[in-house]
């Protein structure tokens, strides 16, 4: 079998010699046609050995071979680099664009190409366009017709000379889609959501999104190098950041979220940024040392659920900040999970800020420590939430001190809200982000 294999690609190879001379390399001992008479999916795994365009070209070697390449699972259609080493399969596409009346794309050779294509599963298209290829072609078309036979993977590199093009609204509901690559000159319209994953090999510095319909982002870089990430997106609802490298953000419209998670261990917003995040409702937020600004500095005037992740800081000064300023807070959740041990200090604020006399219904605190000075803060919450309805802690589970001791400390601090329940670990669901 490796032999016919070996020769099925040789007589493709040899294409551009000629129809009569390929047939004769076909013909083998007793002129038997032997490669001819393999069932179709032999063959059309033969034919996704080769290039695609050579793969098309079979078509010309007799009735067997007219519609072989139309059930090919994978295509890739690819403007022919000039000085390439494959000089007589270069030639022969070359000859048919000519004779199609296109010699610098292969635009129409693609066109022409998937209208003749049968193959109900599309299991791979890549499409690379040269700056040759015509303005006025219909990608949209191309890309739509591989959405409709459930493409898995597409790569799509535009690199005409006109303005971005839009992609189909279908492609970015398509169920099948596991991978997709976008280059160059493609405008992303999606309505929403955006989910944006950076990888290891991502050399991209300044990364920017504007998207006039987006409602949802999701931004995570995990293992690129670190860069910029540039917002423009004025009905931005919705914006979760999970970034580990130095990253600058910056917001240049003004959109009024919803809600707005930002796990960074390193990051540094711009004023335009923050002022966005005056709006939120639902804010998650990683306290370092370059978000500490958010909390002294910020008015969250809309802000009912907050979620404190610390890392390593000091971190109770902006934590009553934070709660000086949003009057509206009713659920505070503060999580020491990632904290590193770090000296604390207590200094009782000079007012009660307005959301503990007056909204304050949830708080709850995941790895509670006991000491004294986690002591004295979680006395002046439970002491001065008059609204309160629950408050919920979780030691710390790696806590080698007698625990019901310090459940027993804890049943006995005042709660000025009589009617509030203390729940602990034991009682309490922690999951890493809320969405009642």
């Known amino acids: 079998m490796k032999r016919l294999v070996v020769g099925s690609i040789l007589l493709v190879g040899s294409i551009c010699l000629g129809r009569q001379y390929i047939m004769k390399r076909a013909i083998t001992c007793g002129g038997e046609d032997r490669i001819s008479s393999l069932p179709d999916d032999l063959l059309v795994r033969i034919l996704l050995l080769v290039p695609t ?4 070209a079979t078509m010309i070697l007799s009735k067997r071979w007219l519609s072989v390449w139309t059930m090919m699972p994978r295509l890739e259609y690819k403007d022919i680099k000039v000085g390439t080493q494959n000089r007589f399969l270069d030639r022969f596409i070359d000859y048919l664009l000519y004779l199609l009346g296109e010699s610098e794309s292969i635009w129409r050779f693609l066109n022409e190409s998937l209208q003749l294509h049968k193959a109900p599963i599309l299991e791979r298209l890549v499409i690379e366009l040269g700056p040759h290829c015509p303005v006025d072609v219909d990608v949209v078309k191309w890309i739509s017709n591989a959405v409709d036979r459930g493409v898995c993977e597409l790569e799509f590199d535009l690199m005409w000379s006109a303005k971005p093009t839009s992609l189909p609204k279908n492609l970015y509901i398509c169920d099948t889609l596991v991978y997709l690559r976008l280059s160059n000159k493609v405008f992303v319209d999606v309505a929403s959501p955006l989910y944006v994953d950076r990888h290891d090999q991502d050399n991209l510095i300044k990364f920017s999104v504007k998207v006039p319909s987006l409602e949802t982002l999701v931004y995570t870089n995990v293992k690129s190098k670190a860069g910029s990430l540039v917002i423009n997106s004025a009905i931005l609802k919705e914006l979760i950041i999970a970034d580990l490298p130095t990253t600058s953000c910056s917001i240049e419209s003004k959109p009024c979220l919803d809600k707005a998670i930002v796990a960074c261990l390193s990051f540094n917003p711009d004023d335009k940024y923050m002022r966005s995040l005056s709006s939120v409702m639902n804010l998650e937020l990683c306290l370092i ?18 979620k404190i992740m610390v890392i390593k800081l000091d971190w109770f000064e902006p934590f009553f900040c934070l709660l000086q300023n949003s009057p509206t807070l009713k659920v505070v959740l503060i999580d020491q999970m990632l904290a590193e041990a770090f000296p604390l200090s207590f200094k009782q604020p000079n007012d009660v800020p307005l959301c503990l006399s007056t909204k304050l219904e949830i708080f709850e605190w995941k790895e509670y420590r006991g000491t004294s000075e986690e002591k004295e803060m979680l006395r002046y919450i439970l002491a001065n939430s008059k609204c309160l309805k629950r408050a919920g802690i979780a030691l710390k589970s790696t806590w080698k001190w007698n ?17 509030s329940q203390l729940l602990f670990s034991t009682q309490l669901e922690w999951t890493p982000f809320r969405d009642d």
């Open 53 to 56: 365009k050579d793969a098309v």
């Open 289 to 306: 040392v370059e978000t500490v600004a958010c909390c002294q500095t910020i008015n969250f005037s809309r802000l009912i659920e907050c």
């Open 403 to 419: 625990k019901k001791k310090i459940m027993k400390e804890l049943k006995s601090m005042y709660r000025i809200s009589t009617s």
